[in-house]
């Protein structure tokens, strides 16, 4: 009675009914399949497979007929290619599906990188958008070097011509190059329209 109710507790897991299955690690089987898969997808399996077939027909025709174990029909041969083709089969499809659930995670990476260096190209044409725009407003080497170039052509054009109208006027020149008795006002008119 005690047993009795010891099995009908709850707090108490219960014993395992039915018949126990081997256990197996899943990764390792996947391995085998892959390995046994890649070979049988050789040139080697092939020939291989050829020559026992040939050799197992030579052996059941050629042979004296005690020692023949599989007679004209072969049967015998006809069922273990027969259970070669169907274990072939499983393990080529298990080995195929582990080959897309790591083409389905390196998709997935590819993916990730993808988005990640699209965000990062889109990030850097920002950067450079507005450092143009920063650019725009900041007076280059070679704006500066034209605009005084320009600034130089107009002095020396306002130089002469003051240089003309003194030699009009007849006036003697000072070593400043302006006469004794110009008036200022012409001067500073001739230097506020460079």
Known sequence: MAEQRRAER???????RGVKLPRFDPEAFGRWSEGIARSMGTANFIVYMTLVIGVWFGWNTLAPASLRFDPYTFTFLTLVL????????????LAQNRQADRDRVALEEDR????????????????????????????????????????AEELD??????????????????????????????????????
């Open 112 to 151: 990730r990188r993808a988005t990640a260096q699209k965000a990062d190209t889109e990030y850097l044409a920002r950067e450079i958008a507005a450092l143009r725009i920063a650019l725009g407003e900041v007076a280059t080497r070679d704006f500066v070097r034209t605009e005084l170039t320009r600034l």
């Open 82 to 93: 027969s259970l070669q083709a169907s274990y072939a089969a499983p393990l080529i499809l």
């Open 10 to 16: 709850l707090d108490q897991p219960r014993e395992p």
């Open 157 to 194: 054009e306002a130089s002469q011509r003051r240089q003309r109208r003194q030699q009009e006027k007849g006036r003697p020149r000072t070593a400043g190059g302006e006469g004794l008795d110009e008036p200022r006002d012409e001067v500073d008119s001739d230097l506020r329209n460079v």
